[in-house]
């Protein structure tokens, strides 16, 4: 008995030392990428109501569409994208590596360094000086400064898991260590085949490696961030196992198998090899498949447990976000075939995807993540469950309207008027006027959201929640008996066999 106490309390301990040692770069990501996210909406609400509106800010030259469409995307990606999976990826590996973090202090001068170039970026594209190439907008020169900044955060989770206790592999660590390794690769990659090694030369392989890019981005490193969260939170908070670590495994081989196929259904048509774009097409549809693995796992993992999920703020966030993979996936694959790409590969159903996935997704298991991990790093409790409530439901409306109204009504509606040339310009305008609003009102939804979430993560930055051991739950009523309750950290928990 006395030596199973010594063992808690010494796991106990490494737990604390592993979270006073991330406290500062990994807050220092999670509130850096909240304000990016923010200042996107903000742009992508400028850039959304200009598309039914063109007089609103016709004063300014650096907020036409050219402009603020490129600089809200890349704020969307390398300011809260990168920095929330910077956040999780950096935490959950050592966490479940059971290795402190010895180079926290220059992880936290990477982190800004990172900051300092996307804010750079941005105003370069603002102002015109953008590259004008999507998802690529920066300067070349500041793509690869991120490039070089990324390798000094990122080592750091691929020394955690080379010097990690025991002989285990997670499933979590599974997808972490590849979202690691992927990363530099499709950086390097998109910089060199559209600003070196093509960048000067024909345009259409410039647009084909772009059309990669993206989707590599998304479901090569958004993507396994997301579901190693997810595969982390959902047995932590309801104290069960994974569901299927084989079935786990499978959805992850799956990922790494179909992913880097995928992006090039978007130039079908174009003068390349046909069998490219059908094959990237077949990779989207059995995307499907890693979709599929986590939400079984996931259901099953929370069955019975219908308190636990409406109390914690964690869980419902990621039950979110595995839900909105499986939307995601399955629009990219009906949206591959190639009956639907004629009326979604130049219309507006694409950008909508994009939002989809980014926001619908990605983000929603990031807040999950979010929502455990700074508690732990702050040894504080979240000062208000109205305002993570009103952040969900307020996310949730606003991701609804941007899919349904702009991606599937307004998108396919896009594509209908661009098979008809006879189509007159103007009332082509006219007839998605109500999607473009669709799409502002969605945005401001997510807007208010974020506020929200913007202020609450700063209280806790300056650490003015509640000091307490319990986890953070949206009932008073729910059990707090135990330290180790809903969400206690017990490793083992994250996937067992």
């Known amino acids: 008995m006395s030596t199973t106490n010594s063992s ?4 106990t301990q490494l737990r604390a030392n592993i979270d006073r040692s991330l406290r500062h770069p990994v807050m220092f990501f999670f509130t850096s990428g909240a304000v990016w996210l923010a200042i996107s909406l903000l742009l992508g609400i400028i850039a959304s109501a200009k598309t039914h509106s063109p007089e609103f800010l016709s004063c300014c030259s650096c907020f036409n569409v050219g402009r603020t469409m ?58 015109g000086a953008g590259t004008g190439i999507t998802w690529m907008a920066f300067p070349k020169s500041v793509m690869i ?21 025991g002989g285990h592999i997670y499933i979590s660590q599974w997808y972490l260590l590849a979202s690691v390794l992927w990363f530099p690769w499709i950086l390097l990659s998109g910089l060199a085949f559209t600003h070196f090694y093509l960048g000067d030369g024909h345009p259409l392989m410039v647009t084909a490696s772009t059309a990669w890019f993206r989707s590599a981005i998304m479901f090569l490193f958004f993507t396994p961030v997301a579901v190693a969260s997810a595969y982390y939170i959902t047995p932590k908070v309801t104290g069960r196992p994974v569901y299927s670590y084989s079935l786990a495994i499978f959805g992850f081989w799956a990922l790494a198998i179909f992913g880097p196929w995928a992006g090039m259904q978007r130039m079908m048509g174009a003068s390349i090899p046909a069998f490219i774009p059908y094959l990237s097409a077949g990779a989207v549809i059995l995307l499907i498949i890693p979709a599929i693995a986590l939400v079984i796992n996931v259901l099953k993992t929370v069955k019975d447990s219908s308190e636990t999920v409406a109390n914690s703020p964690s869980l419902k966030f990621t039950i979110a976000g595995a839900a909105g993979m ?56 979240w000062i208000s469950a109205t305002m993570i409530t009103q952040h969900y439901w307020l996310f949730i409306y606003g991701i609804a309207f941007i899919s349904v109204f702009y991606t599937a009504l307004g998108g396919f509606m896009h594509g209908y008027i ?72 017990i490793e083992k928990l994250e996937s067992a066999k």
């Not at 808690?8 to 796991?11: H, M, R």
């Open 326 to 381: 499986l939307v995601f996936t399955v629009m990219s694959a009906f949206m591959s075939l190639p009956d639907a790409l004629k009326f979604t590969q130049f219309s507006i159903a694409q950008y909508g995807l994009e939002l989809t996935g980014i926001l619908g997704f990605f983000s929603m298991c990031m807040f999950g993540a979010i929502y455990f991990i700074v508690p732990r790093i702050t040894n504080r409790e």
């Open 145 to 165: 400064v991120l490039c070089l900044t990324y390798f000094l955060i990122g080592i750091w989770a691929l020394i955690a898991f080379r010097v990690r206790r």
């Open 418 to 489: 661009l098979e008809m040339p006879t189509e007159d310009p103007s009332a082509a305008v006219g007839r998605l006027f109500p999607y473009a609003v669709g799409l502002t009102t969605g945005f401001v939804f997510i807007l208010f959201a974020v506020f929200m979430f913007c202020s609450h993560l700063m209280l806790m930055w300056l650490r003015l929640g509640r000091r307490s051991n319990h986890p953070t739950l949206l009932a008073g009523h729910a059990s707090h008996s135990s330290p180790h309750g809903p969400e206690g950290d």
């Open 70 to 127: 490129p600089a809200h995307m890349s704020t969307l990606i390398y300011g809260w994208g990168a920095q929330a999976g910077f956040g999780v990826i950096l935490w959950l590996m050592s966490r479940l590596s059971r290795q402190e973090c010895k180079q926290s202090g220059l992880i936290l001068a990477a982190g800004h360094v990172w900051n300092i170039f996307v804010g750079i970026g941005t105003l370069c594209v603002l102002l």
């Open 8 to 11: 808690n309390i010494e796991d």
